[in-house]
């Protein structure tokens, strides 16, 4: 039943001398899967090609050039044949091209459908036209006509010579993928990720795109392989619609945790829109031990930055004071603050990492995305600046500032410091920081965990170190009569903090709600003061002044009801008064138009609770550095993460980020980014954009 | 200021940017078509930038190629050209097979490949270092591009919808090329303004 496959005649006469037309490069078969049909039956027949050496035939998606086989069916009236199940390609490289196709042997199945009324004891024929390119260094369109007879019977009887043909055919078909995949487009780069579980025994893996014309053949796909899955790195191709539509494609790779000689397997799924973490183990992305480093040097850098220091103000009160006490004492409260940081780390990350869990696009500092969050720091914040101004003195005071150090006191107001610390700390992303951070979210919890545990440690270290090595307590000032006015010179700090915790506050949630909360200061300082006044008072004075008190303290709570994140203004971090650079919003459309046009462009991701970044844009976004961008033509673009934005997580994302600040310059006709430290200065601005 | 000594601290690297992809970098529809200068067949220097102001065709060739010969002998390319042509288009065809592969000519053999398929392209310009062929990314045989008269790509992609290396398919297609200049001359943008080009690879040098 073999017939072998002729070129096509027609073409014969044109071609160039060295195409021979009696000679096939591909001989083509046509095999049934049973030897006997019923009625009714749906059966599959294999279209064999065998390809002489070197040269190839085409997938689906034939890649940079070629064509896919077709069949054209003339089957005998009701009968239907599907489409072509296509084995898992290989990749062919082709001088600066790459093609997708097979080499020496390709079997295609294909599922027919026998019409119900057959008559056993007839007889069912196939005919098929069969149009295929196949190329070596040069490429011939070959045809040919494959066709079958198979007698009909009550009984079918499946063909026992080719079911080794069929089994192994169906090995290289890809099955249906049992993993989610996603799929994230950040300029040019296209980042799919599977969820395989631990990829890290895959080898040989390869993408196939499903659809043509979406993913640069050619381009190096870069795979990284973690315990979590893996991420294939691919270029968009030249000419493709910027966007982050769902992209099908075919995986093959060897799975070596069973084996050595683990066979080729093939699966296929559909990339949805989502997020996609920067690739882990590449060059640009830290491991596991120096994600800890990082971290615990993040942490102790974080000791150090602005939005901190209020709170460590009044740790250091707390420690001048324990000074004197005894070094058990002193240890135990190092270690309750330490508690109270790493307790509250291990919460916002379990928080973080369950809602990225569940599919928000949501990176580092989200808790301050929250407007109620905000608010209920200005709250916070102000009660305990109230505190150290002395309106009212708490005895066991929250922040341990109470005139007395009773032990048990000290230690949960320690506990509840280093919380406070924590909390407030999460605007602020210090050096090192940020690489730890995004490595940690795209690990394994219990890797992520300890990343964040470590960033805990580095914060809480100082007080560590003060409380177990008596020398440096030592060195600490005396306590006396001037520890009274230091603490009172402490709440403006605080109060500082909470004027700016009002300026996020009114970029999210616009001037009614910021109002609303200002009146809740109002009320929560007359609480403070009811409180106070009443309490040398005789019992009933006491009690009435709690009364007014807590329900001073629940009107300003029910003011927050006014708080929403719904309602909310343009956020406007991005048009702040002491801007010198002509900022224009951010978006991917928008990027990559200037891209397309070659135009050099400086992206500055912030926020408005971001302290680092208004810092850099105090500092070192200068109208000098202005000037420069303007002289140089670039254009300056503001991503404002002030408030929840998927789209700009996914850059951050993509660049190995879990918050801002995060700056980015695409030089002239570049489209891969420079990466700009966290920490800017003028002359590094200026010096980068003067290189191009 | 604390800000700059954590400048000193702060010792994160720079990413840096990626490995060197000249292959079709930077072209898309709407990108400023990339500046070329080639030979043509009469050992004229042709510039991309002398045809500023008009409409410019690309068109890869490669005579044995069994799609470029389906175009060519069922008419249908040269009837695509001779119409652009009278629209006061440019049409520009381009030979990037490299010396030793399929389709390569010299000038002389060139010349009488024109006189045999009776083309009638502006210039037909010789890459057999597959140079401009390589900046524009021309994957296939025939592989077109049309650029507006701003010198930006309007088009990109196949010469029609019959991704066949059958003759008689042609002249019937949809003629992509046909249809984008249809539309420049209205003033309207190509749609489509980019196709999957079909065909054989573009015989560059330093393939098997």
Redesign the interface.
């Known amino acids: 039943m073999h017939r072998f496959l002729f070129a096509?005649l027609?073409?014969a006469f044109?071609?160039?001398p060295?195409v021979r037309a009696e000679e096939a490069n591909v001989s083509v078969q046509l095999v049934s899967e049973q030897a006997r049909i019923a009625p009714g039956q749906t059966f599959t027949v294999a279209l064999k090609q065998t390809i002489k050496p070197?040269w190839h035939t085409y997938w689906a998606n034939p890649g940079?050039?070629?064509?896919p086989t077709a069949i054209e069916w003339k089957l005998p009236a009701g009968a239907k044949a599907a489409d072509i199940q296509w084995p898992a390609p290989a990749r062919i490289p082709?001088?600066?091209?790459v093609?997708y196709g097979y080499g020496d042997e390709a079997v295609l199945l294909i599922d027919i459908t026998a019409p119900a009324d057959l008559q056993p004891g007839s007889n069912f024929a196939l005919h098929g036209d069969v149009?295929l390119?196949v190329?070596?260094?040069?490429?011939?369109?070959e045809d040919a006509t494959v066709s079958l007879n198979l007698p009909v019977d009550a009984k079918p009887q499946a063909n026992a010579s080719a079911a080794k043909l069929f089994a192994d055919a169906r090995t290289k078909l890809p099955s249906k993928s049992p993993f989610a995949a996603r799929i994230a487009t950040s300029g040019t780069m296209v980042r799919i990720a599977v969820d395989t579980g631990d990829a890290r025994q895959l080898r040989d893996v390869t993408f196939f795109p499903v659809q043509?014309?979406r993913i640069d053949n050619?381009?190096p796909q870069k795979i990284s392989a973690s315990a979590s899955g893996l991420t294939i790195e691919l270029?968009r191709a030249?000419?493709a619609k910027p966007d982050n539509a769902a992209l099908e494609g075919v995986l093959t790779f060897k799975d070596e945790s069973t084996g050595k000689d683990a066979a080729m397997r093939a699966i296929q799924f559909t990339a949805q829109p989502g997020m996609v973490a920067a690739a882990s183990g590449g060059?640009?992305t830290l491991g596991f031990g120096e994600a800890l480093l990082f971290a615990l040097l993040g942490g102790l850098?974080l000791n150090?930055m602005?939005c901190v220091f209020p709170v460590l103000s009044m740790k250091a009160l707390s420690l001048a004071r324990g000074a004197q006490g005894d070094a058990a004492h002193r240890r135990a409260d190092a270690l309750a603050y330490t508690a109270g940081v790493l307790a509250t780390f291990t919460l916002i990350a379990g928080v973080l990492l369950a809602l990225r869990a569940g599919g928000a696009e949501i990176g580092w500092g989200f808790q301050l995305q929250s407007p109620l969050v905000i608010t209920a720091l200005v709250y916070l914040l102000f009660a305990v600046g109230l505190v150290l101004s002395g309106v009212v003195s708490v005895g066991e005071g929250l922040a341990g500032m109470g005139s007395s150090l009773a032990a048990r006191g000290g230690l949960v107001g320690s506990f509840f410091t280093g919380a406070l610390a924590t909390v407030v700390a999460t605007p602020c992303t210090?050096?090192?920081m940020?690489?730890a951070l995004g490595f940690a979210l795209v690990q394994p919890t219990p890797i992520a965990i300890a990343v964040f545990e470590a960033l805990g440690l580095g914060l809480a270290l100082p007080y560590l170190l003060l409380g177990f090595v008596p020398a440096l307590a030592r060195v600490m000032p005396k306590p006396g009569a001037w520890m009274e006015r230091f603490r009172q010179f402490l709440a403006f700090p605080v109060y500082a903090t909470v004027v700016w915790l009002l300026f996020v506050l009114q970029a999210q949630s616009g001037p009614i709600a910021t109002t609303s909360v200002l009146a809740g200061i109002v009320l929560i300082a007359f609480a403070a003061w009811a409180w106070d006044a009443a309490k040398y008072a005789s019992t009933r004075g006491r009690m009435v002044g709690a009364t007014v008190a807590i329900v001073a303290i629940g009107a300003a709570l029910f003011l927050v009801r006014g708080v929403d994140d719904e309602a909310a203004a343009t956020p406007t971090a991005a048009a702040t008064a002491s801007d010198t650079v002509k900022w224009q919003p951010f978006s991917q459309a928008r990027l990559d138009a200037l891209l397309?046009?070659?135009k050099p462009v400086f992206i500055d991701f912030t926020a408005a609770w971001c302290i680092t970044c208004k810092?850099?844009e105090t500092?070192a976004l200068t109208s000098d550095v202005a000037r420069e961008m303007e002289a140089k033509g670039v254009v300056p673009l503001r991503g404002d993460w002030t408030k929840r934005d998927a789209e700009i997580t996914r850059v951050l994302q993509a660049?190995g980020r879990a918050g801002v600040p995060l700056y980015l310059y695409y030089?002239p006709?570049?489209?891969?980014?420079?990466?700009?430290?966290?920490?800017?200065?003028t002359e590094?601005v200026r010096s980068l954009l003067q290189s191009s | 200021?604390?800000?700059?000594i954590?400048?000193g601290?702060?010792?994160?690297?720079?990413?840096?940017?990626?490995q060197a992809?000249t292959?079709?970098?930077?072209?898309?529809?709407?990108?400023?078509a990339p500046a070329f200068t080639a030979v043509d067949v009469n050992g004229k220097s042709v510039n991309l930038a002398d045809y500023k102001g008009k409409t410019v065709v690309l068109e890869w060739t490669n005579n044995?190629?069994?799609?470029v010969?389906?175009n060519y002998?069922s008419g249908a390319m040269q009837k695509t050209q001779a119409a652009a042509k009278d629209q006061g288009v440019v049409w520009l065809t381009i030979l990037s097979s490299a010396p030793g592969?399929?389709g390569f000519l010299t000038a002389d053999q060139a010349k009488a490949d024109i006189a045999k398929e009776k083309a009638s392209p502006t210039a037909y310009l010789l890459d057999p270092d597959?140079k401009v062929g390589?900046t524009y990314?021309a994957?296939?045989t025939p592989h077109m591009f049309v650029i507006t008269p701003e010198q930006k790509i309007a088009y990109?992609g196949a010469i029609d919808d019959k991704?066949?290396?059958?003759?008689s398919d042609h002249p019937a297609a949809k003629n992509y090329v046909t249809a984008a200049l249809q539309n420049l001359a209205g003033g309207k943008a190509p749609d489509p303004a980019?196709t999957?080009?079909?065909?054989?690879?573009?015989?560059?040098?330093?393939?098997?």
């Not at chain 1, 190329?135 to 369109?141: H, L, N, Q, R, V």
């Not at chain 2, 991704?163 to 003759?167: L, P």
């Not at chain 2, 080009?197 to 330093?206: F, I, N, W």
């Open positions: 096509a027609s073409l044109f071609l160039a060295a070197e940079d050039s070629g064509t082709y001088g600066p091209l093609n149009q390119l190329c070596k260094d040069i490429c011939i369109p043509p014309e050619a381009a270029k030249e000419g060059t640009s850098i150090l602005p210090a050096p090192f940020a690489g397309a046009e070659g810092v850099n500092v660049h030089k006709g570049s489209r891969e980014p420079v990466v700009l430290p966290q920490i800017l200065t590094s | 200021m604390r800000t700059w954590l400048a601290i702060a010792t994160l690297a720079l990413t840096g940017a990626a992809q292959f079709g970098q930077g072209v898309a529809v709407g990108a400023p044995g190629c069994p799609f010969r389906a002998d592969t399929q597959g390589k990314g994957k296939t990109m991704a066949t290396a059958k003759a980019s999957t080009p079909y065909g054989c690879s573009v015989k560059y040098a330093g393939q098997s």
